[in-house]
């Protein structure tokens, strides 16, 4: 089993920054594609960001394209999310996932097989 831990979260004022990380066990993280999502009270789970096993594709949902970053680093099993402008409506637990193949629907929680426990994102108004 791939075992994710998530960390980075806090609180910030609107406008501000933050980075999360996710650091992955095993000796295989370059063979995981990697997202993140979030889950704010009372919504449903979204889909944030993805990146390719590759790191040749990125995929983002439109609320937070040019705000968000995605990126890895597989010689330290870490995936990133760097956060800026952070708005209000950002406010939620954010998860980390991993799945191993092919790539071709990033948006879509039930492809990913392995998951973090969260960390949650505080943005004041």
């Known amino acids: 089993q791939v075992q994710l831990v998530e960390s980075g979260g806090g609180l910030v004022q609107a406008g501000g920054s933050l980075r999360l990380s996710c650091v992955a066990s095993g000796r295989t993280f370059s063979s995981y594609n990697m997202g993140w999502f979030r889950q704010a009270p009372g919504k449903e789970r979204e889909f944030v960001a993805a990146?390719?096993?590759?790191?040749?594709?990125?995929d983002y949902v439109d609320s937070v394209k040019g705000r968000f970053t995605i990126s890895r680093a597989n010689a330290k099993n870490t995936v990133y999310l760097q956060m800026n402008s952070l708005k209000p409506e950002d406010t939620a637990v954010y998860y980390c996932a991993a799945v191993s193949g092919l790539l071709l629907a990033p948006s879509r929680g039930d492809r990913y097989a392995y998951w973090g426990q969260g960390t949650q994102v505080t943005v004041s108004s």
């Open positions: 990146i390719s096993r590759s790191d040749t594709r990125t």
